[in-house]
């Protein structure tokens, strides 16, 4: 198995025609022979952290649907493992999860800036197998995720910044139709 290392963008290609994954991007968490899982970055969801956990009433933060499994859980990435120990680097300064009790802690007291957590609903997962055949398939095209496009990038914005990072034949993948059909 050709190791996908945490960290590393899928941007779907603009012939996936899968309805959960056209036209998004998710940066992978983990990849493993067994199976592999990450987020969705540019679906939001219409509601707000306070809406989804009762704990957290007054947080306007919003959330994303990470992927279609189990939608009925919370997720988050972060850029402060000084504040929310127990967390795993999916790149340089960049954390999956951590201790939740610190992270109410700090929601509560207002001392992690939004623009350094983002929190999905649900999760994007691959049996063993599965993600390796999509890759060959060409459904997806991978690079490396930066920062800015975890945190500080539009939902609306993000599929398309991903591949103009890319430059080349990849920015022109930009303009082409949801739908060829319809050109």
């Not at 990849?31 to 007054?58: I, Q, T, W």
């Not at 997962?125 to 920062?147: C, K, P, V, Y």
Request: with cysteine.
């Amino acid at each position: 198995m050709e190791k996908t290392p945490k960290g590393t963008l899928l941007i779907a290609n603009p012939f996936l025609k899968d309805p959960n994954f056209l036209r998004t991007v998710v940066v992978l968490c983990d990849h493993e022979e067994e199976g592999s899982f990450g987020f969705v970055l540019n679906r939001p969801f219409d509601m707000k952290l306070g809406e989804a956990v009762p704990e957290l009433k007054d947080s306007d933060i919003p959330l994303y649907i990470g992927g279609p499994v189990q939608l009925e859980s919370l997720h988050f990435l972060h850029e402060v493992p000084d504040l929310i120990s127990d967390g795993e680097e999916i790149l340089p300064g960049i954390f999956y999860g951590g201790n939740f009790e610190q992270l109410k802690i700090h929601l509560e007291n207002g001392t992690i800036p939004e623009s350094r957590i983002r929190f999905f609903i649900g999760y994007s997962g691959w049996s063993g197998g599965q993600l390796e055949n999509e890759l060959t398939e060409d459904s997806w095209i991978t690079t490396m995720a930066t920062r800015k496009l975890i945190f500080d990038t539009d939902a609306d914005q993000v599929w398309k910044e991903s591949l103009r990072k890319m430059g080349g034949k990849y920015e022109e993948l930009i303009n082409y139709p949801i739908d060829p059909q319809l050109n």
